[in-house]
């Protein structure tokens, strides 16, 4: 599943786009009034967390990849297409995906600073929130898009092992200075997945993600799913600290 990163470069990819006009639209996504998204001119391109957006002047088309979304850029691909929308000066093609028809303002339907992505983004209150769910496992709480959107299963993954938190750890047991550190790390990596991406290196410099070796102490990494999730964790049960109550 594309992480919030993955979306922005996305976004810089369609960024010629912006101010053309769509002139045709289609596809078998039943949400969308194709008639009438074609003669728009695309105003701008935004993304939430995991969510591209394509904002026109009343309305905005949200295209979310879910787990096996794809896309092609001034070509197609050999598979049902969910959305197209073409222009004067090229065309993407969306597969697989979820797409939504928003009438609504951006703004009352987005809170920008649980992005981590965004410059409005608020560690402090991404730490409030988890803590307010003290019980949950910091590996799901990590993939919720409500307190750090954009976080996807790599960069949960890579910013325990950095912060060395072991993806177990109960979020009321880790000290709040640590949490703090964790989601600033999420901040972090993300603008760094992001620069590794536009240089096409991204696959380079994951240390644990899909990894066989700890690179700090050189022991097999464990690979598990976790929670209710079950989404894979791959860790260090050497260098990462497991926090959980004393009298577990
Ligand atoms: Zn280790």
Same mark, same amino acid.
């Given at each position: 599943?594309?992480?919030?990163p993955?979306?922005?470069?996305l976004?810089?990819?369609?960024?010629?786009f912006?101010?053309?006009?769509?002139?045709?639209a289609?596809g078998?996504?039943?949400?969308?009034?194709?008639?009438l998204?074609?003669?728009?001119a695309?105003v701008?391109?935004?993304t939430?967390g995991?969510?591209?957006?394509?904002?026109?002047?009343q309305?905005?088309i949200?295209?979310?990849?879910?787990?096996?979304?794809?896309?092609?850029?001034?070509?197609?691909?050999?598979?049902?297409l969910q $959305?197209?929308?073409?222009?004067?000066?090229?065309?993407?093609?969306?597969?697989?995906c979820?797409?939504?028809?928003?009438?609504e303002p951006l703004?009352?339907?987005?809170?920008w600073?649980?992005?981590?992505?965004?410059?409005?983004?608020?560690a402090?209150r991404a730490?409030?929130?988890?803590?307010?769910?003290?019980?949950?496992?910091?590996?799901?709480?990590?993939?919720?898009q409500?307190?750090v959107?954009?976080?996807?299963?790599?960069?949960?993954?890579?910013?325990?092992?950095?912060?060395?938190i072991?993806?177990?750890?109960?979020?009321?047991?880790i000290?709040?200075?640590?949490?703090?550190a964790?989601?600033?790390?999420?901040?972090?990596?993300?603008s760094?997945?992001?620069?590794?991406?536009?240089?096409g290196?991204?696959?380079?410099?994951w240390?644990?993600?899909?990894?066989?070796e700890?690179?700090?102490?050189?022991?097999p990494?464990?690979?598990?799913?976790?929670?209710k999730?079950?989404?894979?964790?791959?860790?260090?049960?050497?260098?990462?600290? $497991?926090?959980?109550?004393?009298?577990?």
């Open positions: 599943m594309p992480e919030g993955q979306m922005v470069f976004k810089d990819q369609l960024s010629h912006v101010g053309e006009t769509v002139v045709e289609k078998r996504e039943k949400g969308i009034p194709y008639e998204v074609e003669g728009q695309l701008d391109i935004k939430f995991k969510e591209l957006l394509f904002c026109f002047p309305f905005t949200r295209i979310h990849l879910v787990l096996f979304g794809k896309y092609a850029i001034d070509s197609t691909l050999n598979r049902a $959305l197209g929308l073409a222009f004067e000066n090229g065309e993407v093609n969306f597969y697989a979820n797409c939504r028809f928003i009438e703004d009352n339907m987005y809170d600073s649980i992005d981590v992505l965004h410059k409005s983004f608020e402090k730490v409030e929130k988890m803590v307010s769910k003290p019980t949950q496992l910091i590996c799901e709480a990590l993939l919720d409500n307190i959107a954009g976080v996807g299963n790599k960069i949960k993954n890579e910013v325990l092992f950095r912060r060395q072991h993806p177990e750890s109960l979020v009321g047991e000290p709040v200075d640590k949490l703090e964790l989601i600033e790390e999420c901040v972090t990596l993300s760094e997945y992001l620069e590794w991406k536009r240089e290196t991204d696959n380079d410099h240390k644990v993600y899909k990894k066989k700890c690179p700090r102490d050189h022991v990494l464990l690979k598990e799913k976790i929670g999730s079950a989404r894979s964790c791959y860790f260090c049960d050497k260098c990462q600290q $497991l926090y959980l109550p004393d009298n577990l």
